[in-house]
């Protein structure tokens, strides 16, 4: 790790509530307390862990997320969310996958973008964040627009 923790404030501990599959762009945490951090700055490191303790740290200005197990650190931002459920079988995205949520929302994903994975009735996780909102799906993001 990059980074002294010494000049930086411990000021909260944690657990990631679902799958952790590093650092990369546009990723959002969420914390088993309900909180919701979105990665502020592209960083990519791969690394897997199911439900990892992690601690945030501050020094006054830039808060980082540091996950148990994990020799790096990236820079977060506290983030308000929308919580769903998508209401079928899910099997990732390809370009222009739609997304039915259980709250009644439908969402096109707005980049293009390739990931298979399988999941039936998975959690969603959705924020806004300057123009633009970004889905988290096990672990797993996707820059998506509201249809209704």
Avoid: C
């Amino acid at each position: 790790m990059d980074i002294d923790l010494t000049k930086w404030k411990l000021v909260k501990t944690g657990q990631i509530e679902d799958e952790f599959e590093g650092f990369d762009e546009e990723m959002i945490f969420e914390l088993t307390d309900g909180t919701v951090y979105y990665q502020s700055a592209y960083k990519y490191r791969y690394h897997y862990a199911y439900r990892p303790t992690v601690k945030i740290y501050s020094d006054g200005y830039t808060k980082i997320i540091v996950p148990n197990g994990m020799n790096d650190y990236a820079k977060i931002q506290e983030t308000t969310a929308i919580k769903s459920k998508i209401i079928n079988d899910f099997k990732g995205w390809s370009g222009d996958t739609i997304f039915e949520l259980q709250n009644g929302q439908i969402w096109k994903q707005d980049k293009h973008k390739y990931k298979y994975f399988y999941s039936y009735r998975p959690n969603a996780i959705i924020i806004k964040t300057g123009s633009h909102y970004i889905m988290t799906v096990k672990g797993k993001s996707i820059r998506v627009k509201r249809i209704k």
